[in-house]
Structure formats: structure tokens, C-alpha cells
């Protein structure tokens, strides 16, 4: 007998990046899947300097909800930057909260969810 296919886990997708109150300019980082690597591309306001992934949920407050320790992701130079974190998937990140945090200068701080990839991978047809 053969057992019904897992649904397919995220490869990649595009989390928005939003400020508090979901007013303002917002941001967006791509999330791809590169072997065993993740590759998180951002861009967002030029102003915005620093990055990380970290473990907690956005809020419509000015501040995240976060607990433990943040992924440093590389600083943004004229509002991008790349960043490669090895041996983990983007399945890994969406299927539990994490957020992708953008702040620095005078902008407001920006906030994506990560899980909302999860939500976006297609069910597996009935067999």
C-alpha cells in the first residue's frame, strides 16, 4: 500500500516586511532554498542598516515579540543585502515562529513572519 505524499515543504517565497501598525514603507525578503544552505535577500528602505532572524512573532507595536538568540544577517548597503545560513531549510524556519527584524537609522523598525511561507505551500492531492 502506498503512503499519501507529504505536502511539499516551502523552497522558497517572499516574506513582507511591515512597519508597526502596518503603516508606512515596508520591505520585502526573498527566501530560497540553495542545497542545504538558506538564502535571504532584503530589501528595504535605504535608511535601514541591520538584520536578523530570530525566534517570536511580529506585533502592531513599535517592538517584535522576540525570545532567544538572533541570526545576524549581513548589514544592508543602499537598502539590500544577502545573506547565506547554512544546513538549515526554509521549512525548518517557516514551521516554527520566526521573524525577520530590519531597523536602524530613522526608519521605523520592520517585521516579517517567516511562518506565513508555510502557510503558502501547496496541500498534496488525494490519492
Do not use: F, R, W, Y
Not at 74 to 93: F, H, M, R
Amino acid at each position: 500500500m502506498q503512503q499519501p505524499a507529504a505536502p511539499a515543504a516551502p523552497a522558497a517565497g517572499t516574506v513582507t516586511l511591515l512597519p508597526p501598525n502596518k503603516q508606512g514603507p515596508t520591505g520585502t525578503a526573498q527566501v530560497v532554498q540553495q542545497g542545504t544552505d538558506v538564502v535571504i535577500t532584503i530589501h528595504a528602505l535605504q535608511d535601514q542598516t541591520t538584520a536578523a532572524i530570530m525566534t517570536g512573532k511580529c506585533t502592531d507595536s513599535v517592538k517584535p515579540s522576540v525570545s532567544g538568540p538572533a541570526q545576524a544577517l549581513k548589514p544592508l548597503v543602499n537598502g539590500s543585502s544577502e545573506t547565506t545560513i547554512a544546513n538549515t531549510t526554509v521549512a525548518q524556519l517557516a514551521s516554527s515562529p520566526h521573524v525577520i527584524v530590519v531597523q536602524g537609522g530613522s526608519a521605523p523598525t520592520l517585521c516579517g513572519d517567516v511562518s506565513t511561507l508555510g502557510a503558502a505551500a501547496p496541500a498534496a492531492p488525494p490519492h
